[in-house]
């Protein structure tokens, strides 16, 4: 007798535990909405993409890309909503940047290397202030030093 309801048991268990259950419909409030990438943040990935061109040109020796005419936005670009941008040492970063991107394209080939380097080093100089997120992007853009 203990073994037949022992049976039922595991049989009534068994049944339950395949019962199919439909699935959940996800609630709006669990998909995120997405916002468009602010004028700075696209920016900011044309400056890396130009940054992975040069570090390719200057590597091998060949001529410059164009010179990014829009990088002399950089002060005008409007950051992301809620990202605090400190109105002082924003513009001191972006103006050193604007120099040294004018410095790498006056550069002549044997100083292009080291030019450069220390546009890349603006870059992480700012984002360790501002933003550390692509810091680690930013340090494999240098070009290693024959010296």
Request: glycine share 4%; hydrophobic share 40%.
């Amino acid at each position: 007798m203990r073994s037949l309801i022992l049976i039922t048991v595991v049989i009534l268990v068994g049944c339950m535990a395949h019962k199919e259950v439909p699935p959940a419909e996800p609630s709006q409030s669990a998909i995120p909405e997405l916002t468009p990438p602010s004028e700075l943040a696209l920016l900011m990935r044309q400056m890396a993409i130009h940054a992975d061109s040069v570090k390719a040109t200057v590597s091998r020796g060949a001529e410059l890309p164009a010179f990014p005419k829009a990088f002399k936005d950089l002060m005008k670009a409007e950051p992301t909503v809620g990202m605090h941008i400190d109105p002082i040492t924003f513009p001191t970063f972006a103006k050193d940047y604007l120099n040294k991107l004018d410095r790498l394209y006056d550069a002549d080939g044997a100083d292009r290397q080291r030019a450069y380097n220390a546009l890349v080093q603006g870059c992480a100089n700012c984002h360790t202030t501002h933003c550390p997120g692509p810091l680690m992007r930013i340090k494999k853009m240098y070009i290693a030093s024959d010296e």
